[in-house]
């Protein structure tokens, strides 16, 4: 637990608690043994404290931490620290591998603290809706400042060696034998003066600053992490450094005991442990198939197709993370962009050696020899197919051929192919280099070891991958159609896109429906109405009434809107929308054919001839790639106007758009809806229970196995806060499932005709059987 022996006047105590030597109260009482027997034996005249094996302690071993026996880690976690922060002899802390939370934390208590090149530390329980309760809060300001302690306590973001250094936390990097140095350095200071080695003696640096610091913070902290407690709780305690240690440390302790308690902190933690769970994963048909028994292949090269916004995201991820990659795209002009965000990416982190692992194509035959393939065209089920059927034949037969549909099924691309057992969906998010979740979705025909293959890719390259079944939009997507159209119904009834944004925003997901739609692209969800046949480019399709398809209540106003050009900001860089260009609704878009320069209205075209995706596979398959950049440029020169807010030029702050606002209310007066006050509270139910009782079918039909899938994809895909542990967390913890049930019934009882607020048969079932969701997919009753 804690290893001792001396080298001459040295006693070292060792952590030995695999894997990460985390605090539970046996190490630490181990830890409190070898510090006393050191401070007794005389011929000790120095101490050093060290990891053994790969890591220095990372923090509080959380089982226990939130366990039964958090009490007695507590106290002998104080009972460490004190021993530490009084020792007469000179206690050096080693630092390698991760110094976390409560390890940091007792390295700042000790005297001296050396560290290796690769070491970070970092005090990350905002994570865990906790703060840093073993003096981290009192300690680390009086380092380095309060303005610092806050931006590293709130963010709990790593500290690397070198920065550790600077900011006068770690004394000195060791480049050698780690603990061979920490004994030496031990040797040289013993017998000097330790008071002024005590952080617990010192002042705060900036302490006359610290009420403008915490105010100025505590508005950004509102702003980015709003509804989280424990950043704000983070402050209050920093903000007590400037008080006497021992003051200090009891305000930091009452504010802890605050933060554990909360039902936050139970959610964060679970956010935490489900992270790591969905990697044990197994296959919702059969139980057998599972993370323990299936072999992945081994991914050294990928090929990726398509090097649009989502290709050029998915090369960096594989680039980073060592693998090498083709990257095929058939529009010159696009593969030019991509190489040049990819690059600039790239050296944004100084890994120009990576790009040599890329190469870029237009040639399919260049795929031949990788041993996966990711898909990344555009949304059109028939361009896949032909994609797949042509992957097929040039790729090696063992390679897997993954595709990034958003929604599209899977059974169906894989039929295009003649080894369905090797298609696998991999669903990145936007910017797939930065969002962590990958939905990976099996479908009817894929083996074991190609699931195996991909959750395996996801965690080569640092992603959380759930595993998912083959429905349209999957787990993440299709629970999202409730919420948008529950959004969209609430317009109708008198609130406007900014009143709906601003009640989710303040829930805390970073961007509410409709700024998100602006931002993505209306046209994305059109398209995929119009290939649903929910609409056309013309307008409803013919004799169907405005506001109902297939029985249930549509709300057409996102269809008008793209009718109108108003096809939403595009997530390009510099593309915000211009005032001057939103007001011209008469704007045309053309292409020009190369070949005898003539200039065609696409509108026209479009309305005489074919769709816009048919026109745009016709001119992709005539493999011609110049007059497909043409096509492109002419589609991107058209300045579309976004949704629902205006953004003024170089702004991204979404204001109410009075055109918009103007058609909304035509609408309303034209179908006659009667504009009521509706209330936040009100529009979070409706739009966020809609989602979640759809997250009760997913359960339902085993489309996912748990609902820590459901969690896992909703945080890491699409800005679910964290503090509420995910929406399947929420609803069961927080809300409770009876009171969702009686929400749920009182809405469907006021719309009947939304079925997605019809509440799911599996909920009732549950509450009528006291079920918990936890329990579900711990048994194979649903699936
Ligand atoms: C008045 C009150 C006083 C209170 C005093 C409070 C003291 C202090 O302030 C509180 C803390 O220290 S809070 C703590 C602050 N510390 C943190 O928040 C550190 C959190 N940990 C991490 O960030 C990462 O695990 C590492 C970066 C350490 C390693 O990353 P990696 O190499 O990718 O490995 P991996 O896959 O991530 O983990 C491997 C396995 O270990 C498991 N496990 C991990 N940490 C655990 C823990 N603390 N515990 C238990 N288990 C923990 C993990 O679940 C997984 O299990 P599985 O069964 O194999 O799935
Ligand atoms: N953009 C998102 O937010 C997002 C998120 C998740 C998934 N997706 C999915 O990812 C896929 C790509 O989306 P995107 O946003 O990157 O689209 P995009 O329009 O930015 O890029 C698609 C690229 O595919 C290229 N392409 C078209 N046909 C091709 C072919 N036959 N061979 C090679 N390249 C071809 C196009 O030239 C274009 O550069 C879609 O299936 C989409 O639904 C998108």
């Known amino acids: 637990m804690a290893e001792y022996s001396t080298y001459g006047s040295v006693a070292v105590l060792q952590v030995n608690n695999p894997p990460l030597n985390t605090f539970t109260r046996h190490v630490l009482q181990a830890l409190v043994s070898g510090l006393e027997r050191a401070q007794r034996d005389p ?46 002899k000179p206690i050096v802390c080693a630092i390698h591998g991760t110094a976390l939370g409560g390890g940091f934390e007792l390295a700042l208590a000790s005297h001296y603290r050396l560290a290796v090149p690769s070491a970070t530390l970092s005090l990350p329980e905002v994570h865990l809706g906790m703060l840093p309760g073993a003096g981290g809060t009192q300690r680390l300001p009086r380092v380095v400042g309060v303005k610092s302690a806050i931006q590293l306590i709130t963010s709990g973001q790593d500290i690397k060696a070198q920065q550790a250094l600077t900011l006068g936390l770690v004394d000195k990097i060791v480049q050698g034998d780690l603990l061979k140095e920490a004994v030496s350095f031990a040797r040289s200071v013993e017998g000097r003066p330790l008071e002024d080695r005590r952080i617990s003696q010192r002042t705060v640096p900036d302490a006359d600053k610290v009420d403008e610091v915490v105010e100025a913070t505590r508005k950004t902290i509102l702003r980015k992490a709003r509804g989280a407690i424990a950043p704000l709780t983070c402050v209050q305690a920093i903000q007590a450094s400037v008080l006497p240690f021992a003051a200090g440390m009891a305000r930091e302790a009452d504010l802890m005991t605050y933060l554990m308690t909360s039902w936050q902190a139970a959610a964060q933690q679970y956010v935490f442990f489900s992270e790591r769970e969905v990697r044990q994963w197994s296959h919702p048909r059969d139980k057998h198939i599972n993370f323990r028994t299936a072999k992945p292949t081994v991914i050294k090269s990928v090929g990726v197709v398509g090097a649009g916004t989502m290709g050029a995201g998915i090369t960096i991820s594989l680039l980073q993370a060592g693998l090498k990659v083709v990257l095929l795209e058939v529009n010159k002009k696009q593969l030019d962009k991509a190489i040049a965000v990819i690059q600039k990416t790239l050296r944004q982190k100084s890994a120009s050696q990576k790009m040599s692992q890329l190469t870029t194509t237009m040639d399919y035959s260049q795929l031949s020899d990788v041993d996966m393939v990711i898909e990344a065209v555009f949304e059109n089920l028939r361009l896949k197919k032909e994609v797949f059927r042509k992957l097929d034949v040039i790729t090696k037969p063992q390679a897997v051929l993954a595709s990034n549909t958003s929604g599209l099924d899977i059974d169906k691309i894989a039929a295009a192919t003649k080894r369905p057992d090797k298609v696998v969906g991999t669903h990145f998010f936007s910017p797939a280099n930065v969002m962590r979740l990958l939905e990976n979705i099996y479908g009817k025909k894929t083996s074991a070891e190609t699931v195996a293959t991909v959750m395996q890719l996801a965690t080569t390259i640092g992603k959380v991958g759930v595993l998912v079944g083959n ?28 009143d709906v944004d601003r009640a989710i925003e303040e829930f805390g997901f970073p961007m509410g429906p409709f ?55 595009k997530t390009g860089a510099g593309c915000m929308m211009l005032q001057e260009a939103k007001d011209d609704l008469t704007e045309n878009i053309y292409i020009r054919f190369r070949t005898d320069g003539s200039v065609f209205d696409l509108r026209r075209l479009l309305a005489h001839t074919k769709t816009l995706e048919e026109l745009i596979l016709d001119l992709l398959f005539a493999d011609d790639c110049a007059l497909l950049a043409h096509t492109e440029a002419a589609l991107m020169s058209h300045h579309a106007p976004s949704m629902c807010n205006r953004y003024d030029p170089g702004s991204r702050t979404a204001l109410p758009d009075p055109v918009v606002l103007q058609m909304i209310q035509d609408y309303r007066q034209e179908h006659g809806f009667k504009k009521r006050t509706i209330s936040s509270q009100e529009i979070v139910e409706r739009c966020l229970y809609s989602l979640i009782n759809e997250g009760f079918h997913v359960l339902d039909e085993g489309i996912a196995s748990r ?42 009882a006021r719309y009947p005709n939304h079925s997605h607020l019809q509440p799911s048969p599996l909920l009732r079932d549950m509450v009528a059987k006291g079920g918990s969701l936890a329990a579900l997919g711990t048994t194979d009753s649903k699936l």
């Open 43 to 88: 011929a000790v005249r120095s101490i050093v404290i060290a990891g053994k094996g790969p890591t220095f302690p990372a923090g509080a071993d959380l089982e226990e931490l939130l366990g039964t026996a958090a009490a007695p880690l507590l106290s002998n976690l104080r009972m460490v620290d004190k021993h530490v922060d009084t020792c007469q």
């Open 471 to 498: 429905c349209a939009g999957f787990v993440g997507n299709r629970m999202l159609g409730p919420y948008r159209s529950e959004a969209l119904f609430l317009l109708e009834e008198g609130v406007d896109p900014q």
């Open 515 to 569: 700024r998100m739609t602006d931002l993505a692209g209306n046209d994305i969800g059109w398209r995929r109405r119009i290939e649903a046949r929910l609409t056309t480019e013309h307008g409803p399709p013919p004799d169907t009434p405005a506001l109902y398809r297939r029985g249930d209540r549509y709300c057409p106003l996102p269809d008008m809107l793209c009718l109108q050009g108003r096809l939403g900001q």
């Open 707 to 748: 609902a820590l899938d459901i969690d896992v994809i909703y945080l890491f895909g699409y800005g679910w806060p964290r503090h509420t542990g995910g929406p399947m967390y929420y609803v069961e913890r927080v809300i409770g499932l009876e009171k969702l049930l009686r929400s749920l019934e009182t809405y469907s």
